[in-house]
């Protein structure tokens, strides 16, 4: 069996010298329908031979004689004819996109075949696209979203190292405080990335923290409240602020290593549906070698981290707080969709329509 190509003979790769051409043709047509790709043939003057898997969005009055233009419709129809009259002068194959109902897309490709008599046929492959192109339309999206998160990552970390250093009095101090954070940031970002980007729970992105601390000054965590699943951005702050408060437990400690940390999430003073309010409290076994008035509150830079750019990465606000061996850190953040995808204490799209 022989199959044509624009204007070259092509055979199959290997066929079985026992199978009839009959018994090939129907295998072939079988499979052409199960690839749900259209193929005509017309002659010379355009008048349709065949038309095999035509698109339902098309369609062949049993009662007419079809053209392009009754099959594909007046503006479909006469790009497809002006292509074809092209193939025909030119003897070169060729192709067109042409959107039809719907919203699908189709890919058409024309070129001649010589028929059995010498003359020239016009052979037309149409493929569905609509998918593929949606499918490289979201990868397109994507890379540019990854680009954009890129772009802002990387200006977080410059942000991290220069001001790490300007506060830092040694170079052992910059590389050990600097890397604590680049940790921090990579640990939040691998949950982001585990979830899709979507976002990242509370209690997930604090254990997470947690597990980064050396054991012997990893805090005994006690959730309470809402458990908010944060946006990528939010997750990524909120976690540089757990990681400043936990690295900063060697130095609240002295010696202590029995340490509690209350980590809850509630709604804002009054019950402001708009805002959470999260709470860091500390409280030691009192065993510390710094006893009440001498503990030092966190470094310079963690406290303008915790205090300052946190909460204004997130539009909210923040207090500081050390009295004895009790510590508090409370963020303050409106519930918008910039900051939270949910609460968790309602139904999702609920809560998205009523943060707008």
């Known amino acids: 069996m022989q199959i044509w190509s624009g204007t070259v003979l092509r055979r199959l790769?290997?066929?079985?010298?026992?199978?009839?051409?009959?018994?090939?043709?129907?295998?072939?047509?079988?499979?052409?329908?199960?690839?749900?790709?259209?193929?005509?043939?017309?002659?010379?003057?355009?008048?349709?031979?065949?038309?095999?898997?035509?698109?339902r969005i098309w369609s062949v009055r049993p009662d007419e004689t079809p053209t392009d233009e009754t099959v594909f419709g007046a503006g479909v129809g006469a790009e497809i004819v002006a292509a074809k009259k092209r193939a025909l002068k030119t003897g070169k194959a060729g192709w067109l996109e042409v959107s039809a109902r719907e919203g699908t897309l189709?890919?058409?490709h024309i070129e001649t075949v010589?028929?059995?008599?010498?003359?020239?046929?016009?052979?037309?492959?149409?493929?569905?696209?609509?998918?593929?192109?949606?499918?490289?339309?979201?990868?397109?999206?994507?890379?540019?979203?990854?680009?954009?998160?890129?772009?802002?990552?990387?200006?977080?970390?410059?942000?991290?190292?220069?001001?790490?250093?300007?506060?830092?009095?040694?170079?052992?101090?910059?590389?050990s405080e600097f890397r604590g954070r680049i940790q921090a940031l990579a640990s939040s970002q691998d949950l982001v990335t585990e979830a899709d980007w979507f976002g990242v729970a509370l209690r997930d992105l604090a254990e997470a923290q947690a597990a980064l601390q050396d054991e012997g000054y990893r805090p005994e965590l006690v959730f309470s409240g809402l458990n908010p699943v944060l946006t990528p951005n939010a997750a990524l702050h909120i976690g540089l602020g757990l990681h400043e408060l936990m690295a900063w437990l060697p130095e609240r400690a002295r010696g202590s290593r029995r340490q509690k940390v209350i980590l809850s999430c509630d709604?804002?003073?009054?019950?402001?549906?708009?805002?959470?309010?999260?709470?860091?409290?500390?409280?030691?076994?009192?065993?510390?070698?710094?006893?009440?008035?001498?503990?030092?509150?966190?470094?310079?830079?963690?406290?303008?981290?915790?205090?300052?750019?946190?909460?204004?990465?997130?539009?909210?606000?923040?207090?500081?707080?050390?009295?004895?061996?009790?510590?508090?850190?409370?963020?303050?953040?409106?519930k918008t969709e910039s900051n939270i995808r949910y609460t968790g204490d309602g139904d999702p799209e609920q809560e998205a329509n009523s943060s707008n």
Do not use: M
């Not at 066929?15 to 047509?29: F, G, K, P, T, V």
């Not at 052979?123 to 994507?142: G, Q, S, Y």
């Not at 909460?311 to 061996?325: K, R």
């Open 106 to 108: 189709f890919e058409v």
């Open 267 to 334: 709604p804002g003073s009054g019950g402001a549906p708009g805002n959470l309010e999260l709470s860091w409290h500390l409280v030691d076994d009192g065993s510390s070698d710094s006893g009440p008035g001498q503990v030092r509150r966190p470094g310079e830079f963690s406290s303008l981290l915790l205090e300052k750019v946190i909460p204004q990465s997130l539009n909210g606000s923040a207090a500081f707080g050390v009295a004895g061996n009790h510590t508090d850190y409370q963020l303050k953040f409106p």
């Open 114 to 175: 010589p028929s059995l008599d010498g003359r020239y046929q016009v052979l037309t492959t149409i493929v569905d696209i609509t998918e593929a192109r949606r499918r490289e339309r979201v990868l397109r999206d994507l890379l540019l979203e990854v680009s954009h998160r890129s772009k802002n990552l990387l200006a977080v970390i410059q942000g991290l190292a220069s001001q790490s250093a300007r506060y830092s009095e040694t170079l052992e101090q910059f590389l």
């Open 13 to 55: 790769t290997w066929h079985n010298s026992s199978q009839s051409d009959q018994q090939l043709r129907e295998y072939l047509i079988l499979a052409l329908l199960r690839s749900r790709a259209c193929v005509t043939l017309q002659d010379g003057e355009l008048s349709y031979l065949f038309i095999a898997n035509l698109p």
